[in-house]
């Protein structure tokens, strides 16, 4: 069932779509980049993809100026939403976003910055701030025999950050926060896209493989020096076979960087992030990650044949430069 309204006192902590029959198209981090929104949605219908099989991993609203708008876009939509951290600050109240910045960071000291922006925004819009509180921490679905499991950070901690550097032995371990029988975890949050399939623990024969996938987001370039928006395309083929492609995206960058400029109460940092494809501050990346800065990212497909068996470490990555 497609989200729609709901009250914050009836949360699902976790949601199954059951079997979806064709493609899954995954972006996260609208980030209340109204343009990046609209052009991302565009894009699912010109791939003829149903809101039935669109996910968003969360973070409806953050760093851009139109956070009611851009909320009112993704709810009205009918495609699956997931709870971020800002939809779980903004649903119960809290006063900062839940980010997971060091508080002595550049990233944070913004975030006091667009969260109090985004509270003015949705005050007079209590239906939003309801919808974000009844979302599920978790979506659960099954395409072509595998089980998937998306969550916003990572699947011990809604805010959590993990990036493409991170090792597969570390990717391989946060599936043990999961039930068990989850062939692929997908995420958000972090902001830079990346796919891995992970050997099945111990890398013997008849192990399954298992995919790590961070869909990328909408609302905010990936700091590699472009504007564009990210999101992946999970594409069934024959004999249980997943394709999943890591797409770019061009869209009105310039327009949602002016919202930003015209919002005098907000910093102008990610209105010029908008424009440069770097973000503002990279307090919060690991060192692969910084030296990676202004490196274009280039689209990606990572072909996953059913019940294969992992060969020389079983990985591969995708989203990379």
């Known amino acids: 069932v497609a989200d729609g309204g709901g009250s914050a006192g009836n949360i699902a902590v976790v949601r199954d779509l059951g079997e979806l029959d064709g493609p899954v198209l995954v972006f996260g981090g609208a980030y209340s980049n109204l343009q990046a929104s609209q052009a991302l949605l565009q894009r699912a219908a010109e791939l003829r993809i149903p809101p039935s099989r669109v996910v968003h991993t969360g973070d409806v609203v953050a760093y851009c100026a139109q956070p009611r708008e851009t909320t009112e876009l993704i709810r009205s939509s009918g495609i699956h939403c997931l709870m971020g951290n800002c939809e779980e600050s903004i649903g119960v109240g809290k006063t900062d976003c839940g980010c997971g910045f060091p508080e002595d960071s550049a990233c944070n000291d913004y975030s006091v910055n667009w ?28 395409l072509n025999r595998r089980r998937f499991a998306v969550v916003h950070g990572s699947p011990r901690n809604i805010s959590e950050f993990i990036w493409p550097s991170a090792t597969d ?78 797409h770019a995206l061009p869209y009105k960058a310039k327009d949602a960087a002016d919202a930003i400029y015209a919002t005098p109460e907000l910093v102008r940092g990610y209105a010029d992030a908008l424009l440069s494809g770097i973000w503002p501050s990279h307090d919060v990346l690991p060192l692969q990650e910084q030296m990676d800065t202004g490196v274009e990212l280039h689209e990606k497909v990572v072909e996953w044949p059913r019940d294969a068996t992992p060969k020389d470490g079983g990985a591969a990555a995708a989203g990379g430069r």
């Open 115 to 142: 969260y109090a922006h985004v509270t003015r925004e949705l005050a007079s819009s209590p239906h939003l701030r309801e919808w974000m509180g009844s979302l599920p921490r978790r979506i659960e679905f099954v």
């Open 169 to 246: 032995e570390e990717l391989s371990g946060l599936f043990d926060a999961l039930p068990s029988g989850i062939d692929g975890v997908i995420c958000g949050h972090s902001g830079i896209p990346f796919a891995r399939l992970l050997g099945g623990g111990g890398g013997g024969a008849g192990m399954r493989q298992r995919l790590w996938l961070n869909a990328g987001v909408a609302g905010m370039p990936a700091n590699d020096g472009t504007q564009r928006a990210w999101f992946a395309v999970l594409t069934p083929g024959a004999d249980g076979h997943i394709s999943v492609s890591i």
